[in-house]
């Protein structure tokens, strides 16, 4: 039967008279929720190893590079239906699933970070502050991560967007 339209339910009601918009409130809640816990964990990892790879460079970026590579070239179906196989049913829900996706998506904004990171560290700017003696966590957290804060904050909203249609 088509859902039954009143004034007090604007998006209808299902066959058993549950609130359509009821339903869609709560699963925003859900998601915003596994938002508000999927991007700063994925951010803080794959921001964080970007910026070493692409600041460093040599040995730790070309070892880096290929374990990610190796990861991601990982059917992602797959590996969710052999993780949530393993994990007791008990156990089962948001946090699993989460816990999978911040697993392996964190590695698209590292080879972003990656590549601004190597852009920048050759800079004026980054030049100048070894010169006055700025050790690397310096330079690292208070020059080169606000100047490339922009590709981090021009991600988040197409973050989200894959995390929603992910879960």
Request: no cysteine; aromatic share 14%; proline share 5%.
């Amino acid at each position: 039967a088509p859902p039954i339209f009143e004034t007090r339910n604007w998006l209808g009601t299902t066959s058993q008279g549950y609130d359509v918009l009821a339903y869609l409130y709560g699963g925003l809640q859900v998601n915003f929720k596994a938002a508000l816990i999927y991007l700063p964990i994925v951010y803080l990892i794959g921001v964080t190893i970007g910026m070493l790879m692409g600041f460093f460079g040599g040995w730790f970026d070309l070892v880096s590079q290929r374990l990610i590579e190796i990861f991601s070239n990982m059917p992602f179906l797959f590996v969710v239906i052999i993780f949530s196989s393993m994990v007791p049913e008990r156990f089962k829900g948001l946090p699993v699933i989460l816990t999978i996706l911040v697993a392996f998506g964190w590695m698209g904004m590292t080879y972003l970070m990656r590549t601004a990171a190597y852009r920048d560290r050759e800079r004026d700017y980054i030049s100048a502050a070894r010169v006055l003696g700025a050790g690397t966590p310096r330079i690292l957290f208070r020059h080169l991560l606000p100047n490339t804060i922009a590709i981090i904050v021009t991600l988040v909203p197409f973050t989200m967007s894959s995390l929603i249609s992910s879960l």
